[in-house]
């Protein structure tokens, strides 16, 4: 998987353990496309900086899976999902787990 993609990912699953600033520096660079120059106008900080704070989130989010997995643990779960052949029985679990 594209470690962009694998990133935002992570986002969603532990985005609400990030401080707002970095929160808001990875909406901005990741979702908003917006480049580090940018980002660093649009908050009055320097380039360098919001170079640094992205990095963090990242290595953060990258942190929070290593040690809690799961992401890993819903894709597991999604694949074990996808090999049972009964319609009622999957559509059950389904519903059980949302």
């Given amino acids: ?23 808001s520096y990875f909406e901005d660079y990741y979702f908003d496309n917006l480049s580090l120059a940018e980002v660093a106008s649009n908050n009055n900080i320097s380039r360098n900086a919001v170079h640094k704070h992205i990095k963090k989130v990242e290595e953060k989010l990258l942190f929070y899976e290593n040690k809690l997995k799961l992401y890993e643990k819903d894709e597991k779960i999604k694949n074990k999902i996808s090999k049972i052949k009964d319609k009622n029985v999957k559509e059950l679990i389904i519903n059980v787990l949302n």
């Fill in 1 to 23: 998987m594209e470690n962009r993609n694998y990133l935002i990912i992570l986002y969603d699953y532990y985005g609400e353990l990030l401080d707002e600033d970095d929160k």
